[in-house]
């Protein structure tokens, strides 16, 4: 049966990952929000949503769909990372289940308060973890669970190089997007809870607004961890050739993940509309540890440090 979405936060780099997913599982996005008009996109999708660059006007159009027995089932929520929790009450509370952008909310508090809503509102919250989905990512998690008495040493590395655009926008701005570890690490953290098991260590190395880096131990792994949006950090062999650098070794062995991201919305949407999404709890490791990150004292162990730290303590 085909659901109807509603869509906050047209006009960003992932929104048309959002309207892609909605398309391919043969559903319909009826109406769209952004400040922004620059959403010629929608062309390529839903030519005939209605778009709003207000919120009060799209307020008022879900809630007229709502009172003539057409509510929208599902918005997806695509907005600056610390509006998430805003536009999922707005949309439980409108009568539809969410489908929120990563990080689902900034501090582990606000996931609680989200609980709530749900229970009142008898409606779903679904994140976005789609390295949850990663064929490479489920056969590494298989591969550890097979073996658990062993500690797995893990080296992360996440270049994506940002012009000077990304400090002047809200993503700079550590208040509303919570700063680089959680901006463009969230999945990564919760990927390595996935496969690894329960945190037992957070030490923080490096926190800056261009990269960060640290030490983490889980049940099975030792993880060092590198991110970065500066393109000085791009390694020889890509620097000047491509933008974006991703890197997982488990014990000095490479996990190739490179492909495949952009399906992985579609296959996410395959799993809320199926039943199997993913809701809060699934976000509560993440959270707690991004927002950990975030408020830690510096510690310096050159024993536990990442190798690209080197060039910047």
């Known amino acids: 049966m085909t659901k109807t979405f509603a869509l906050i936060g047209a006009a960003g780099y992932i929104a048309p990952r959002h309207m892609k997913a909605i398309k391919e599982t ?8 952004d400040p922004s008009d620059s959403v010629g996109i929608i062309d390529s999708y839903f030519p005939e949503a209605r778009f709003f660059t207000e919120f009060e006007r799209f307020d008022r159009h879900i809630d007229k769909l709502r009172r003539r027995n057409e509510a929208i089932d599902y918005i997806s929520i695509c907005s600056p990372n610390y509006l998430h929790d805003a536009h999922s009450r707005f949309a439980l509370r409108s009568g539809a289940h969410a489908i929120c952008e990563k990080p689902l909310v900034l501090n582990p508090w606000n996931v ?5 809503i749900e229970e009142q509102c008898d409606k779903r919250i679904y994140s976005i973890l789609q390295l949850r989905l990663h064929p490479a990512i489920i056969s590494l998690r298989e591969k550890i669970r097979a073996n658990p008495d062993k500690i797995f040493d893990v080296d992360l590395t996440y270049i994506t190089s940002r012009g000077r655009w990304y400090h002047t926008s809200w993503k700079g701005n550590e208040d509303k997007s919570g700063g680089i570890a959680t901006n463009i690490g969230v999945h990564f953290y919760d990927m390595l809870g996935y496969i690894f098991g329960d945190l037992k260590s957070n030490k923080v190395h490096i926190r800056e607004n261009n990269r960060a880096a640290g030490y983490l131990e889980y049940a099975q792994a030792r993880v060092r961890w590198f991110l970065s949006v500066d ?8 620097a000047g050739k491509q933008p974006t650098y991703r890197s997982i070794t488990v014990d000095n062995e490479e996990i190739e993940f490179s492909g495949g991201f952009t399906d992985l919305h579609t296959e996410s949407y395959k799993h809320i509309l199926s039943g199997e999404g993913f809701g809060l709890e699934e976000t509560r490791h993440s959270i707690e540890l991004v927002a950990d990150i975030r408020h830690r004292q510096l510690t310096p162990n050159q024993g536990e440090q990442h190798p690209y730290c080197a060039r910047h303590l």
């Open 26 to 33: 043969d559903n319909r996005l009826l109406a769209a929000l």
């Open 112 to 116: 609680d308060a989200l609980m709530e």
């Open 231 to 238: 393109s000085k950090d791009l390694p020889e062999q890509v």
